[in-house]
């Protein structure tokens, strides 16, 4: 079992960074793909999970996506 200061000492070197909100940058100087190529990304990497769990990507309209609305004050 870790002690708290072998946990504090792990976490020192977490690539945190601090930023006053409404300060933050629009893009994140460590990535150097543009969004474009990260959305292609998450996409490839959406096909692979479907496929390696044995299912085909579901096919419907927006209009027949699960879900369900919650409205504030309801």
């Given at each position: 079992?870790?002690?708290?200061?072998?946990?504090?000492?792990?976490?020192?070197?977490?690539?945190?960074?601090?930023v006053a909100l409404g300060e933050e940058e629009l893009a994140d100087?460590?990535?150097?793909?543009?969004?474009?190529?990260?959305?292609?990304?998450?996409?490839?990497?959406?096909?692979?999970?479907?496929?390696?769990?044995?299912?085909?990507?579901?096919?419907?309209?927006?209009?027949?996506?699960?879900?369900?609305?919650?409205?504030?004050?309801?």
């Open positions: 079992m870790s002690t708290f200061e072998e946990r504090r000492r792990r976490r020192m070197g977490w690539p945190i960074r601090k100087p460590r990535i150097s793909e543009d969004v474009d190529a990260r959305i292609a990304l998450v996409w490839t990497l959406t096909r692979q999970q479907w496929a390696f769990g044995g299912l085909e990507i579901p096919q419907y309209r927006r209009s027949e996506m699960p879900g369900r609305i919650i409205r504030p004050g309801s």
